[in-house]
């Protein structure tokens, strides 16, 4: 049984260019969310995502976007980098109604330069 | 103030020790509460997850909740040099439209052979 998948596991960006990052979620599991987690803190909800429309959001800026597929995988766009943005970005999933139990992707590591 | 504290450690123990790690949170709307841990430069793996107070036990882990005072820990018994990552505690509301969690900042644990 697959978990869930993240790519790439590693990016380097400069400031002011646009990333996208790719979550494909836990077999089974239709509702895939975001976080941010900063170096030596807790991950950060950015939003989350349901039926292919974006359910709930954090406090994050309109630079983050997101997009989920009829195959529940999803996207995660960033744009006009800032060094602030250097983080490992984690995709969950879960099931919608069981949604707070959420697993984890390895994540993807974005150095801003 | 943060919604959920946690000490950050880091918590250095002998092999065989029993471990405690707590979380206070402030939010009262608090009804979902788990435990993950997260391995350097990989996603957090889920190891508890209770709903409201109570104890759940599963092997040498187990988790408490005390609502009253709004404080969370997980227990490990004959800790091991494998349990030696970083443990966070998430915890989320019964509000069907909110489905985020919050986490701590995560207590880093040491486990010394």
């Known amino acids: 049984d697959a978990g869930v998948t993240q790519s790439p596991t590693h990016l380097i960006k400069t400031r002011g260019q646009q990333v996208t990052l790719r979550c494909s979620p836990k077999?089974?599991?239709?509702?895939v969310s975001w976080y941010q987690q900063a170096l030596g803190q807790g991950p950060q909800f950015i939003f989350q995502y349901y039926e292919e429309e974006e359910r709930q959001r954090g406090n994050f800026p309109d630079r983050f976007s997101g997009h989920q597929f009829p195959n529940y995988s999803s996207e995660l766009n960033v744009n006009a980098l800032l060094l602030g943005d250097s983080a490992l970005y984690l995709c969950?999933?879960?099931?919608?109604?069981?949604?707070?139990?959420?697993?984890f992707g390895a994540g993807t590591r974005l150095s801003v330069l | 103030q943060k919604e959920v504290e946690q000490d950050p450690g880091p918590l250095s123990v002998p092999e065989g020790a029993i471990v405690s790690l707590n979380c206070t949170y402030s939010n009262s709307a608090f009804q979902y509460f788990m435990w993950y841990r997260q391995y350097s430069r990989k996603g957090p793996e889920l190891l508890m997850y209770?709903?409201?107070?109570g104890n759940k036990e599963d092997g040498r882990f187990t988790a408490q909740v005390d609502k009253s005072s709004k404080y969370i820990s997980l227990f490990i018994r004959d800790s091991q040099p494998s349990d030696s990552a970083t443990y966070l505690c998430?915890?989320?509301?019964?509000?069907?439209?909110?489905?985020?969690?919050?986490f701590g900042s995560g207590t880093r644990l040491q486990v010394q052979p």
């Open positions: 998430a915890m989320t509301t019964a509000d069907t439209g909110r489905r985020a969690l919050t």
């Open positions: 209770t709903y409201s107070s």
């Open positions: 077999s089974g599991h239709d509702t």
């Open positions: 969950a999933s879960s099931l919608a109604d069981l949604g707070r139990i959420q697993y």
